[in-house]
């Protein structure tokens, strides 16, 4: 069985752990487990689920001082930055706590009987039911909050589903204390072991998205990692979803009179957003475009040199350190100068300097439009609005897109604007960065291909709906029928003969 | 250019038509008005695209006499039940301007900014908008439901999506002529070419959903229909949703007390279920399991009898026929003993005579326990409901299950029964019979692959979500925001910081 090893990134040491890559034996007891748990986590209806997930929250919080130990050592990402992360991954939890105990997310729906144009129509009830097992894939650049104790697991659990998590090989001694963390949460409340489970290895997260137990898998990746788990999910018989967030540019627009008006704080805030962790964000933004004018100049020189004298960042491992140095490198021969570039020490470990590259329009070309993942970031100099359409039309679709405008900007540049990145973003953000995501209700965090490979969120309330499948009961006798499409219970909103109706409390 | 032809089920008769298989140049013409008809069709707003769905409706009511006329001639399908279509088509053009008048569709929610754990949240507004033009393949079997003037196309119209129509090769005058019909509805309201438009020719089909701008597809079809629009589809470099309503046999088990109380009243229903509309419905019970006592011996009597002296059906194409006669042979040599089987003169068309076949558990094998199109149903007798299991177990995910209860069985197994069935299939159906779907809020018509290839609904007012995608927007300026996103906007149901707010009327 081969050992699963550990590296720091800060000095590049390599570690041998307790854990070993899970073989097709111990993955078919695994899923076996997470077949067996659904009917758990089902039976402990919506109240009881809540109540995990508040318990998983609690477990998490109180392994605080470990988890976030571990996450330094596998990650290199700043203990303030990994200690906030470990509080979204208990909020995550949480918000779905109340999503369950809202209870609209089931989308219940009655039709009694009744005539129709087309005869008499019987009595229709539907809701929304788990899918059964999924698979979860670990995002290397959030080890809590898109990994093991990540939304999708969150959202997995709430929604009924038992969770086989793909720990990625960034932080596996965090995956399996943030598991153990989870599973403590489920045995406190009589739950079997099948839950939650962690497992390790390229081979084993292929054998995961074939085994014919598990009904979805969810993924925040790079593309070509949702390539190969789709080609192992195209060997099925039965396709399931994936639900991939993958790459994503994120282009920012300053308008001119934004530069003009509060340009300095618009560079302090594109310098922290686009070197925030390393770079190493999905929402990191990768293009500025900024006017070539006073305004803008001042903006890029403020820029300039804020990245001038910064340091450097411990990336997350050596293949993402030498990725980012590759293209880099790659976004320079392509045509952008080098704006600033501080020296740093690249140490024993995995440290890389954030890049500033400039390029005037129209020499933006499809290499520079391109997702860079680390501290590098674009800046599109444009002589007219009216180029922008042409640019951004040419950057691929994103997570999100951004306006920065100011009081003497025409309103109707910005209508344009927003036109042109509604069409290729899932998130419009308005004088802000698109950087810390808010987790929330109305949030949504997808985007177009190759942003998401899928019409789903993966940030926010909404994102249960991906492990949640329609049911539908036609004249079905009351006691067969699950509590939230009985005619007397009131706890939940329902759509009622077509009319919404609110819950009763 | 090649010219479509039509063929007459009843008689054989080909004729050639006015009509000619759209090639690429043709296609690129329309796709390039599709996509240019979204603003005109988004601008309408939800309450004018209701309008235009009614308007619709109107028109192909106006034209019944002749789009009636011109499907059975293509059809060879009853007039009763093609006048019934008709209707039903209306009607769904109707329910989804009720679905755009309630507004909740859209899912509006809006968090305004707040402090949060993770420190100040944004506001954050979220709704699903149109993807953009879709394409639509009719099915052979419902030249008006589930064709160009289907759910489908009514669903996409309502999210405010162009539809590009592939008409199917059964029946091209009755889908020119529906899409004459909804054109026309769209002329008087003002709006331009593209809204919707039919495309003939298999090649168009391919090349349709290959098209950059065609953001989905749906299908109502085979699962070989099916694999060759996702080939096509994985030619792109930008994957798109496929909507696939496919394969489904349609278990229905009835327990020994429902058949000793009303065996003759069953076996009429499942007659009727199993032989409308030639058998070639998608939710048509493949599979009836019939207890092995004195209650089921005579009700598998009296199906026999009314299979026994009733006459030939004429098939939809002479495909249909062929393969309809091949798979019931196959049936027959797979070790099922012909129940009933009249004899029929096939005549010049496509006529060909219903089939009762038999079998005892455990012999039901899984060539018998597939899909045969066409009205063919296999009895299952079986001796006990300990053995439904894994009888049930052994048949392909299906739409629907249904079960019949008398008042002396037992609960237990009619549970045990729904757990088993709800896992296999999207909408349990009590006493009753799987087909003639009621077309509502709270259907759902979808299931586990092979019967859809995704989580969604192809027929009730929630498939309408297979056309749209969350869009968000963080502190948006108020007037950038479509209304339904404005604080003072109150026509619709909305989220607003958590709490579902109902429409002030």
Redesign the interface.
């Known amino acids: 069985m081969n050992v699963v090893t550990t590296v720091d990134p800060r000095d590049g040491r390599r570690s041998a752990t307790d854990l070993t890559e899970t073989d097709e034996a111990r993955l078919e007891t695994i899923v076996g487990q997470a077949s067996r748990a659904t009917r758990w986590l089902s039976g402990l209806g919506r109240l009881g689920r809540a109540d995990l997930l508040d318990a998983i929250a609690a477990s998490l919080e109180a392994r605080r001082v470990d988890l976030v130990a571990a996450a330094e050592a596998e990650t290199g990402l700043a203990h303030a930055r990994l200690d906030?992360e470990l509080?979204?991954a208990a909020?995550q939890f949480r918000m779905f706590g109340?999503v369950l105990r809202?209870g609209?997310y089931v989308?219940a729906?009655?039709?009694h009987a009744a005539d129709?144009?087309?005869?008499r129509?019987?009595d229709?009830?539907?809701m929304l039911?788990p899918?059964?097992p999924v698979a979860v894939f670990g995002a290397s650049n959030f080890p809590f909050a898109f990994s093991v104790a990540g939304g999708d697991t969150a959202a997995a659990l709430a929604a009924g589903c038992p969770a086989v998590l793909k720990a990625h090989p960034s932080h596996p001694l965090t995956s399996h204390a943030s598991a153990a963390a989870i599973s403590s949460a489920v045995r406190d409340l009589g739950g079997p072991e099948g839950v939650v489970a962690a497992v390790y290895g390229e081979q084993a997260g292929r054998s995961l998205v074939r085994h014919s137990a598990i009904r979805a898998a969810a993924l925040t990746g790079s593309v070509n990692a949702a390539r190969a788990i789709q080609a192992a999910i195209d060997e099925r018989p039965?396709?399931i979803?994936l639900y991939a967030e993958l790459s994503s540019v994120n282009p920012i627009v300053v308008l001119p009179d934004a530069a003009a008006d509060r340009g300095d704080q618009i560079a302090e805030g594109l310098f922290a957003s686009f070197t925030a962790s390393g770079g190493q964000l999905c929402t990191k933004p990768g293009l500025a475009f900024i006017p070539t004018d006073r305004g803008g100049d001042r903006l890029v020189d403020s820029l300039r040199e804020k990245v001038a004298t910064s340091g450097g960042t411990v990336l997350l491992n050596e293949r993402i350190r030498d990725a980012y140095e590759t293209r880099a490198t790659e976004f320079e021969r392509a045509g952008a100068r080098v704006s600033a570039r501080p020296q740093v020490d690249p140490g024993a470990g995995f440290t890389a300097a954030p890049r500033l590259l400039e390029v005037d329009l129209p020499g933006l070309n499809a290499e520079l439009a391109d997702e860079c993942f680390g501290p590098l970031m674009v800046v599109v100099r444009y002589h007219d609005a009216a180029e922008l359409d042409a640019a951004l039309n040419a950057v691929p679709?994103s997570l999100t897109g951004s306006v920065h405008r100011g009081p003497g900007d025409d309103?109707d540049v910005?209508?344009r604007l927003?036109d042109v990145l509604?069409?290729r973003a899932?998130?419009?953000?308005?004088?802000?960065y698109p950087t810390?995501v808010?987790?929330?209700?109305?949030?949504?965090h997808?985007g177009?291909?190759?942003s998401t490979?899928?019409?789903?969120?993966s940030v926010?309330?909404?994102s249960i709906r991906r492990f949640?499948?329609?049911?539908?009961?036609?004249?079905?006798?009351a006691?067969?029928l699950p509590e939230e499409l009985r005619d007397d219970y009131s706890a939940i909103?329902r759509?009622v003969?077509?009319r919404?109706t609110?819950?009763v409390e």
Do not use: K, M, Y
């Open positions: 906030q509080t979204r909020v109340d809202d609209a989308e729906a009655i039709d129709t144009p087309l005869g129509g019987p229709v009830r539907r039911v899918l059964g039965d396709p979803p679709p309103a910005v209508r927003v509604s069409a899932g998130r419009i953000v308005f004088d802000g810390g808010r987790v929330s209700w109305a949030q949504h997808g177009p291909w190759p490979n899928a019409v789903h969120t926010g309330a909404t949640l499948r329609p049911l539908a009961w036609q004249d079905a006798p006691w067969v909103p759509r003969d077509g919404l609110p819950a």
